[in-house]
């Protein structure tokens, strides 16, 4: 008998939630953040971009504003209200100081114990070859969820007042080739989190979906991982553990 996952520790309060484009968070990981959120926790999210350039046909200027609405009410579904956006360029996100300095001052403002992203390899489940963005911003997500505690790294957030944060306990990627940890899905997180991609309907039909429910897709990739947690549904993450007993996440 293979050895099932452990679940993801939920004795915690406040989650980041950070992905390059609206509808990230919504393949899946959304459906954890609806279990989360009925439990009472404190879930943001944060997107890099504005997601401008996903839909093929649709001008960037017409597409963001789109795409933005429809990321706002996805997040709506699944009981998140405070969404931000860091205006990075779609398509062409540049990891680097910049763009570990931006997730940075979110994680000291919102002072999250768990930060979501997704995989920042080159494949993710199912040997998926990973887009650019996604890499670029989810690596940064790991190196950010260090940086925002400590004091000398950034010191300049220091004089917008956001402090050093360095509660981060895990940092839990979604979609990864081989995951760690699950969140139990089964029945009602499930249903939000298909509602939450379903309020990404202009997007979808951009791929050309006629008439776009997503549904058929999350429920099968759901009862798929939830097999591996021993569960009727599940999402698998990656996670990172970054502060242990005595130890603070920075220290090397």
């Not at 989360?36 to 504003?65: F, N, S």
């Not at 990075?88 to 930060?115: F, K, Q, S, W, Y």
């Not at 997500?141 to 260090?146: E, G, P, T, Y």
Request: net charge negative.
């Amino acid at each position: 008998m293979t050895d099932l996952l452990p679940a993801l520790p939920e004795d915690w309060e406040r989650c980041l939630a950070v992905a390059a484009h609206p509808d990230d968070i919504e393949y899946g990981a959304a459906s954890a953040v609806a279990r989360w959120t009925a439990q009472g926790k404190r879930v943001t999210y944060l997107l890099a971009t504005r997601g401008e350039a996903g839909i093929d046909g649709m001008h960037p200027d017409e597409a963001g504003p789109l795409r933005e609405a429809e990321e706002r009410g996805g997040a709506a579904e699944v009981g998140v209200d405070v969404v931000e956006f860091l205006d990075h360029r779609d398509g062409v996100v540049e990891g680097g100081l910049a763009l570990r300095r931006d997730i940075t001052r979110a994680i000291r403002r919102h002072r999250p114990e768990v930060v979501v992203s997704g995989a920042f390899t080159v494949r993710m489940v199912g040997g998926i070859t990973n887009q650019a963005d996604h890499r670029v911003v989810g690596l940064a997500a790991l190196d950010a969820a260090r940086d925002a505690g400590n004091r000398w790294v950034f010191p300049e957030l220091a004089d917008e007042g956001l402090e050093p944060w360095g509660g981060v306990r895990y940092v839990c990627f979604a979609g990864a080739e081989r995951p760690t940890h699950g969140v139990d899905i089964t029945g009602e997180p499930l249903l939000r989190g298909i509602a939450s991609l379903n309020a990404h309907a202009e997007y979808m039909r951009g791929l050309g979906e006629e008439s776009p429910d997503a549904a058929p897709f999350l429920t099968w990739a759901a009862r798929a991982a939830g097999a591996a947690l021993g569960v009727d549904a599940a999402v698998l993450f990656d996670v990172h553990v970054l502060a242990m007993e005595g130890r603070p996440p920075w220290v090397s």
